[in-house]
């Protein structure tokens, strides 16, 4: 039983470039949510969603952030025009409602 | 809102000894969980353990217990016979029974185990 999948593992992109981290959610669970760990911190919350819906998204960027949950396929956060700020260690988590959540591996996004 | 306070950025624990992380917490939720994560150089986030605000009984798993005490809004994690594999970055989190469900993590104790 797969946990929470997400790729890739490490992203390095240029100033100005988009990425696209991705997020597979444990089988069973239709929840999703993002998180934002910058360096000797916790994490922050980001957006929460359901499949092709987002429920929360109170923590996110106002620009340049987007998130979507699409029917098939993984939760998708997408960062366009990244700068040197945005390097981070983004987490997924999903949970099937009910308390307890699972965390992905993180994807730790270096933009040089 | 929700607030978590770690007031130890580091903490140092000789092999075999037990120890405390401390974490506050402060919420105008009635009904609440708290979580303790650990987070080793790895970077992955490992659930240890978690406490519902109803529950009478502190939990514990393992060699890890929560000190769980209500009235002071504290959820202390207790690593009783530290290892050295022990040593990571550990953090105190809590969520809403309802509503988002979003978790409220602090900022992280850095506990080193010596030999």
């Known amino acids: 039983n797969a946990g929470v999948m997400q790729n890739p593992r490490h992203l390095v992109r240029r100033r100005g470039q988009e990425a696209r981290l991705r997020c597979s959610p444990m089988k069973g669970h239709s929840h999703v949510y993002w998180y934002r760990q910058l360096p000797e911190e916790g994490l922050k919350f980001m957006v929460y969603l359901q499949k092709e819906n987002i429920i929360d998204e109170s923590g996110m960027p106002k620009e340049r952030f987007s998130a979507e949950f699409p029917k098939e396929g993984p939760s998708i956060l997408r960062i366009q025009q990244v700068v040197r700020g945005d390097s981070a260690a983004y987490f997924c988590?999903?949970?099937?409602?009910?308390?307890?959540?699972?965390f992905g591996s993180g994807t730790r996004l270096t933009v040089v | 809102a929700q607030k978590i306070t770690q007031t130890q950025p580091g903490m140092f624990v000789q092999e075999k000894e037990a120890v405390t992380l401390d974490c506050t917490y402060d919420t105008s939720d009635q009904s609440y969980g708290l979580f303790w994560y650990k987070q080793p150089s790895s970077g992955e986030m490992i659930f240890l353990i978690y406490q519902g605000s109803y529950d009478e009984q502190n939990a514990t798993e393992g060699r890890y217990s929560l000190n769980f005490q209500k009235a002071r809004k504290s959820a202390n994690l207790v690593i009783s016979a530290s290892q050295l594999g022990d040593s990571a970055m550990y953090f105190c989190a809590m969520i809403p029974d309802t509503g988002r469900r979003a978790l409220t993590f602090g900022s992280g104790t850095r506990l080193q185990v010596q030999p």
């Open positions: 988590a999903s949970s099937g409602g009910t308390a307890g959540y699972t």
